[in-house]
């Protein structure tokens, strides 16, 4: 069984910036469409970015020149380099892949 596992997540001041990874467990995984999607308390799972295997890149409009995903498909791995953050990006963020969800790191933005 695949697993998807996030790391980088923390406190961060507002402003600052965070760089999160998702990594597959198994090295001949092909992920193909890989999504970062986040979800504060009290409300719904959301897209934040997403891109495919061949480098195709999604934004959600409340990120949008501030986040960017990547992938280097050597490593398994999908980035979301995170900056000027916000209050309001302050939540569990997920990866997914397919029907395969990572465990959630949690990103707290906060002075």
């Known amino acids: 069984q695949v697993q998807l596992v996030e790391s980088g997540g923390g406190l961060v001041q507002p402003g600052g910036s965070l760089r999160l990874s998702c990594v597959a467990s198994?090295?001949?995984?092909?992920?193909?469409?890989v999504g970062w999607y986040r979800q504060a308390p009290g409300k719904e799972r959301d897209l934040v970015a997403s891109?495919?295997?061949?480098?195709?890149?999604n934004y959600a409009d409340s990120v949008k020149g501030r986040f960017t995903i990547s992938r280097d498909n050597g490593k398994n791995t999908v980035y979301l380099q995170m900056n000027s953050l916000k209050p309001d990006d302050t939540a569990v963020y997920y990866c997914?892949?397919?029907?395969?969800w990572g465990q959630g790191t949690l990103v707290t933005v906060s002075s």
């Open positions: 198994r090295s001949n995984f092909r992920t193909g469409t």
């Open positions: 891109i495919t295997y061949w480098g195709t890149t």
């Open positions: 997914n892949a397919g029907a395969i």
